[in-house]
């Protein structure tokens, strides 16, 4: 289930895999060189700690690992007059759709020490490798290490397995993967809490296409759409992900409401009473399981020509976040294997030229 690691060691040519991750290497790297700590959580979520050594003291604030920093809590650690230790992953960077901003490699920190973390024992080589060539593709030349068990990287899970995680790219894939597995008879955890994940909105359009309008809970949908074949006509239009699975789901299930009825009663609210634990990548960050598998929604290429920038890092980054979760088996999906192949053919091409004039 969710675990965090036992061991975190120290290195200056690394690059920092996930907040608690980084933490606790701070920590406990303190810790080992005679460092007093304390620390106290606020009502938002941080963490603040005083780490004490000698005659020097240093505060620490670490925002949650569930967002990215803000311009208001990046203005208000700036303006403090303490010693401060900024810890962070800019490859993990995944809220900027919700304003969350690189707050490492902003103006303020122009001045700052940096040292540098790369090496995890949440997963092997096999899984840093993975890592690395998503890194790669966004400029990065310090190697992720892989120090913990000899993760597995294969296509699919094994059939037998006590439970197993299912990292989605969007909140409609989350639904539409437990549909298929809803006949299995499962028991479910859904990080966040179901209600999270907009089944209610599922059903409202499953209403609005059988032209129960009186049903519909949600009533922008009865003011933004003339009726369901609108709907289905600027879907097709504007190839809008969410939207043409939302209308894949309500044509492959008739009784779409009493599955999702079943669904709700298959989920569990421990994970530890789960055999199957279902979220989202961005859910996922600053998590770990022993099994995890890539649902297939991701469908943005992040290497496709058409692609700006901002939305390259962005869909590299979540990739980054979520093939970084598992710790005893990892199974990929197509978009990954695809960057992976495309790497390899890139790196064949380069050498071919060099066989050729030996």
């Not at 920190?109 to 040292?115: L, Q, T």
């Not at 789960?274 to 960050?285: I, M, P, S, W, Y």
């Amino acid at each position: 289930m969710r675990r965090f690691p036992s061991k975190v060691s120290y290195n200056q040519h690394v690059t920092l895999p996930n907040l608690h991750d980084e933490l606790v290497r701070l920590i406990q790297a303190s810790l080992a060189a005679g460092v007093s700590f304390r620390s106290a959580a606020t009502r938002k979520g941080e963490t603040v700690s005083c780490l004490s050594w000698g005659s020097f003291t240093y505060w620490i604030v670490a925002p949650s690992v569930r967002r990215d920093v803000n311009q208001v809590i990046a203005d208000i650690v700036k303006i403090q007059r303490v010693r401060k230790v900024a810890v962070g992953d800019p490859h993990q960077q995944i809220y900027r759709f919700r304003g969350a901003e690189d707050a490492l490699n902003s103006d303020r920190m122009a001045d700052a020490e940096r040292h540098y973390l790369t090496q995890s024992f949440r997963f092997g080589p096999a899984v840093a490798h993975v890592a690395n060539i998503i890194l790669f593709y966004k400029g990065e030349t310090r190697k992720l290490q892989g120090l913990g068990c000899n993760t597995l990287v294969k296509r699919a899970l094994p059939e037998e397995l006590p439970h197993r995680t299912f990292i989605h790219r969007t909140v409609i894939g989350v639904i539409e993967n437990a549909l298929q597995l809803v006949a299995r008879n499962p028991k479910i955890f859904w990080v966040g809490g179901i209600d999270s994940y907009s089944l209610r909105d599922l059903e409202d359009l499953y209403l609005f296409s059988r032209n129960r309008n009186q049903d519909v809970q949600n009533r922008r949908l009865l003011r933004d759409y003339r009726d369901f074949s609108q709907y289905v006509e600027i879907a097709e239009v504007s190839q809008d992900t969410e939207m043409l699975r939302s209308i894949k789901i309500i044509t492959a299930y008739p009784d779409l409401p009493q599955r999702i009825q079943t669904l709700r009663s298959r989920s569990v609210d421990n994970e530890l009473d789960a055999t199957v634990t279902l979220t989202t990548g961005h859910k996922a960050k600053g998590l770990e399981w022993d099994f995890v598998s890539l649902y297939d929604d991701f469908s943005a290429d992040p290497l496709s020509p058409d692609i700006d920038q901002g939305r390259k890092d962005d869909e590299l980054n979540l990739l980054y976040v979520a093939v970084t979760r598992g710790m005893k088996i990892l199974a990929l999906n197509s978009m990954v294997l695809s960057i992976m192949q495309r790497y390899v053919d890139a790196r064949t091409s380069a050498l071919q030229p060099q066989k050729s004039r030996a």
